[in-house]
C-alpha cells in the first residue's frame, strides 16, 4: 500500500509560479512511477505529467510542455511538479498518483494504470 499526500497548492496570480509536492509513504518508492493529474470544476480529470521511478524519462502533456517541470528525489520519497507561467485555465485540483506500470507509449496518460491516489491540492489562477 502506498499513500500520497500532495502539498503547495494555492492562489497565485496568472503568470506567477507553484511548486507541488507529492509525498509518498513507501519505503521502495524509486520503483513506482509517479503521474499528476488535473480536474477542473464541470471537467474530466486530466494527465499533466508523469515520471519514471528513476527519473530518467518524464512525459508532458502538450498544454503544460515548457512550463511544468517535473523531477523527484526518492531519498525523501517526493516527487515536485514545478509550475511556472501559470494560466487561469490551469486552475483545477491537482492529484499524484502512483503505479508500477510503464508509462511509455501514451499510457501516462490513462488513469487506470495508476494504483494509488492522492486526496489533491487545489490551484487557482486569477486572471
Known amino acids: 500500500q502506498v499513500q500520497l499526500v500532495e502539498s503547495g497548492g494555492g492562489l497565485v496570480q496568472a503568470g506567477g509560479s507553484l511548486r507541488l509536492s507529492c509525498a509518498a509513504s513507501?519505503?521502495?518508492?524509486?520503483?513506482?512511477?509517479i503521474g499528476w493529474f488535473r480536474q477542473a470544476p464541470g471537467k474530466e480529470r486530466e494527465s499533466v505529467a508523469a515520471?519514471?521511478?528513476?527519473?530518467?524519462?518524464?512525459y508532458y502533456a502538450d498544454s503544460v510542455k515548457g512550463r511544468f517541470t517535473l523531477s523527484r528525489d526518492n531519498a525523501k520519497n517526493t516527487v515536485y511538479l514545478q509550475m511556472s507561467s501559470l494560466k487561469p485555465e490551469d486552475t483545477a485540483v491537482y492529484y499524484c498518483?502512483?503505479?508500477?506500470?510503464?508509462?511509455?507509449?501514451?499510457?501516462?496518460?490513462?488513469?487506470?494504470?495508476?494504483?494509488?491516489w492522492g486526496q489533491g491540492t487545489q490551484v487557482t489562477v486569477s486572471s
Open positions: 513507501q519505503r521502495t518508492f524509486s520503483s513506482y512511477n
Open positions: 498518483a502512483a503505479t508500477r506500470k510503464p508509462l511509455y507509449g501514451g499510457w501516462y496518460e490513462r488513469r487506470v494504470i495508476y494504483d494509488y
Open positions: 515520471i519514471t521511478g528513476s527519473g530518467s524519462s518524464t
